[in-house]
């Protein structure tokens, strides 16, 4: 299973050479709104001002009172820990293909992104979703702090299995239920639903004042319509409806063309809406996706 090389460490090894790419508040002075939970006082040095009554004499500056005979405080940049939520779709079509392995493909970055959080000692949680039977299944595990506690993902990556159908706006109702403080929201999915659907999740996550990236998970045999050339019977995984598709060349193309339709669609509206979209295609290819692609798009650092 691909999602097994999240947890070797030579791979480990390769990730720490980045970090996950986050836009946080770092200076908090009085009357100022900042975004986050967890506000610490820091450690790099960002000016001086003058003493006032009540003032914590921790940070008189003492040498500033030998040398100069004034009384000044030391002010700190502070560095803000943000909630971080990966939020993996394990509907149905993230099982299909069986050759292409999206669900597998999808736990890989989702660990991997979850490492690199950790790393900067965010709080961090890995999250899946699917609807079935009517019902919205959201299994979220507790926030990690430390990448001490990374092993411990390691049997929750390997149980999630696919089924039910790709509802992402019911998966946000969900969500948003909890009221977290704004962070950083992470969404791998095909987005095998249709665009009103993934447009109301996204939308309404990047509302809340979260930032949001929407990573796009394609197989390689999905994303390039590289199927026999002949009489196919197609079954919907998530509807169980049946047709039977002729793959010639005209439709081949006509496939390629949907696809890239599609993509387009979605990475203009997460554009406009300040998401950052994240084509990750191939499971074969999560090396260059996350040492290269996801550096170039602003996804790691």
């Keep these: 299973m691909i999602e097994s090389h999240a947890f070797e460490p030579d791979f480990l090894r390769r990730l720490d050479r980045l970090a996950l790419g986050v836009k946080r508040a770092r200076t908090a002075r009085i009357g100022e709104r900042t975004l986050g939970r967890v506000?610490?006082?820091?450690?790099?040095?960002?000016?001086?001002?003058?003493?006032?009554?009540?003032?914590?004499?921790?940070?008189?500056?003492?040498?500033?009172?030998?040398?100069?005979?004034?009384?000044?405080?030391?002010?700190?940049?502070?560095?803000?820990?943000?909630?971080?939520?990966?939020?993996?779709?394990?509907s149905a079509s993230m099982g299909s293909p069986r050759e292409d392995d999206k669900l597998g493909f999808a736990l890989l970055l989702a660990a991997a992104l979850a490492y690199l959080a950790m790393g900067e000692n965010d709080a961090v949680r890995l999250a899946t979703f699917a609807m079935s039977r009517?019902?919205?299944?959201?299994?979220?595990?507790?926030?990690?702090?430390?990448?001490e506690s990374y092993p411990e993902l390691r049997p929750i990556v390997a149980g999630v299995k696919s089924g039910g159908t790709t509802r992402l706006g019911a998966m946000v109702d969900q969500l948003l239920l909890e009221r977290r403080p704004a962070?950083?929201?992470?969404?791998?999915s095909d987005f095998l639903t249709d665009p009103a659907d993934y447009e109301d999740a996204l939308g309404r996550l990047a509302a809340t004042r979260h930032e949001v990236r929407a990573i796009h998970v394609m197989g390689e045999r999905e994303s390039a319509g590289a199927y026999p050339g002949e009489l196919l019977r197609v079954r919907d995984?998530?509807?169980?409806?049946?047709?039977?598709?002729?793959?010639?060349?005209?439709a081949v193309a006509k496939y390629r063309h949907r696809i890239e339709d599609f993509r387009t669609r979605l990475r203009d509206f997460c554009a406009r809406r300040g998401i950052t979209y994240a084509p990750a295609f191939g499971a074969a290819n999560f090396e260059r996706v996350i040492m290269e692609d996801f550096p170039r798009l602003g996804v790691v650092v």
């Design 237 to 250: 995984s998530e509807t169980g409806a049946v047709r039977e598709v002729a793959m010639g060349p005209d």
């Design 183 to 188: 962070g950083l929201c992470i969404l791998i």
């Design 39 to 90: 506000q610490g006082i820091g450690i790099e040095l960002e000016n001086f001002r003058n003493y006032s009554e009540g003032d914590d004499l921790r940070f008189l500056d003492w040498s500033a009172l030998a040398r100069l005979d004034e009384l000044l405080i030391r002010t700190y940049r502070a560095t803000r820990q943000v909630e971080v939520s990966v939020i993996v779709d394990a």
């Design 134 to 147: 009517g019902t919205m299944r959201l299994t979220r595990t507790a926030f990690y702090h430390r990448q």
